[in-house]
């Protein structure tokens, strides 16, 4: 199994920038897929970013399109969230998430096998 931590979050103003890293452990990181899943106060979780093991394929969902990149570094085992022109709907509890490589890449919230405690991230306006 892998063991995943978050850093990264903080508070920032609207317009600004933050970059998420996701710690790697345990098990070979380049054995799952990863992703970033998010949930704001009183809503339900997200889906963010997803990142296929190898880094060839990258998935967004629509309201962070062209503002977010996901990454990953395999010989670090660290993946990353870099994101862009934050505003206040993107102040959440941000997750890293890792998914088997055997089985097709998660796009979604559900399906993912492994979670990190998730690092605060808050826009102020």
């Known amino acids: 199994q892998v063991q995943l931590v978050e850093s990264g979050g903080g508070l920032v103003q609207a317009g600004g920038s933050l970059r998420l890293s996701c710690a790697a452990s345990?098990?070979?990181?380049?054995?799952?897929?990863m992703g970033w899943i998010r949930q704001a106060p009183g809503k339900e979780r997200e889906f963010v970013a997803a990142?296929?093991?190898?880094?060839?394929?990258?998935y967004y969902a629509d309201s962070v399109k062209g503002r977010f990149t996901i990454s990953r570094d395999n010989a670090k085992n660290t993946g990353y969230l870099q994101m862009n022109s934050l505003n206040a709907e993107d102040t959440a509890v941000y997750y890293c998430?890792?998914?088997?490589?055997?089985?097709?890449?998660?796009?979604?919230?559900?399906?993912?096998?492994?979670w990190g405690q998730g690092t605060q991230v808050t826009v102020s306006s």
């Open positions: 345990g098990r070979t990181f380049s054995s799952y897929h």
């Open positions: 998430a890792a998914a088997q490589r055997s089985r097709p890449i998660v796009v979604d919230t559900t399906g993912w096998d492994y």
């Open positions: 990142i296929r093991w190898s880094g060839s394929s990258t």
